[in-house]
């Protein structure tokens, strides 16, 4: 199932949405140091982890929004600063912890108590409880679950070998964040793991939004 931030939802494009204008700018790959590189490196073309990143344009609201497709840097910004993926304010926090939507599918094949791996970012409670009561039908699809315990796990991406005249990509991938291959990814997207987390009822909560909100 596809985050909720990458639905059409009030007329307003969420957060995490990419729109038509956020092209790929693909650089130039060498090796440097042991590691995939941009021949024109830039500091900010890492993480903190010193993962390498896609080049990304940003320029939301520019063009036409492309629903399904994840911006890769925005959710990295939402689940590195625990924000709301359709908004991009703070993430619903409350004493059990921060809300997350995931798919009921992919939930129900390793339920709870088994950690949830995801590529989702968090979200609050408003844009939540708008988006089921403008599609009910989201409700059979998406689980709520509040985290209390939560870390980042992981980062998905192209993994490279080297190659002439560039490094070559071989497959694409989502590996631990001290896995050493990660010296050769490109990332995309980062992975959230979820490990001490009950399933809410959003109908319970959905009373602290007052109608219309
Ligand atoms: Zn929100």
Not at 40 to 65: A, N, T, Y
């Amino acid at each position: 199932m596809r985050p909720l931030g990458t639905f059409p939802l009030r007329g307003v494009v969420p957060y995490i949405t990419a729109w038509s204008s956020e092209t790929e700018q693909h650089g130039t790959l060498v090796v440097r140091r042991g590691r995939l590189s941009y021949a024109d490196e830039h500091p900010l073309d890492r993480d903190r982890f010193g993962i390498l990143w896609r080049r990304l344009g940003v320029s939301p609201g520019v063009g036409k929004p492309e629903y399904g497709r994840v911006h890769g840097l925005r959710q990295r910004r939402t689940m590195l600063r625990v924000l709301c993926q359709v908004c991009g304010g703070p993430a619903d926090r409350t004493c059990d912890g921060v809300l997350w939507l995931m798919g009921r599918a992919e939930y129900e094949r390793e339920p709870w108590p088994a950690p949830i791996e995801s590529p989702h970012p968090p979200v609050c409670l408003n844009c939540t409880v708008q988006a089921v009561r403008l599609c009910p039908h989201l409700r059979h699809h998406y689980i709520a679950v509040r985290a209390r315990r939560f870390h980042l796990s992981g980062v998905h991406g192209a993994l490279h070998v080297a190659g002439f005249p560039e490094p070559r990509v071989i497959d694409t991938e989502t590996l631990a964040l001290d896995d050493t291959r990660t010296a050769w990814l490109r990332a995309g997207q980062l992975i959230m793991r979820l490990t001490d987390y009950r399933v809410v009822d959003l109908h319970a909560d959905s009373e602290r939004v007052g109608p219309g909100n």
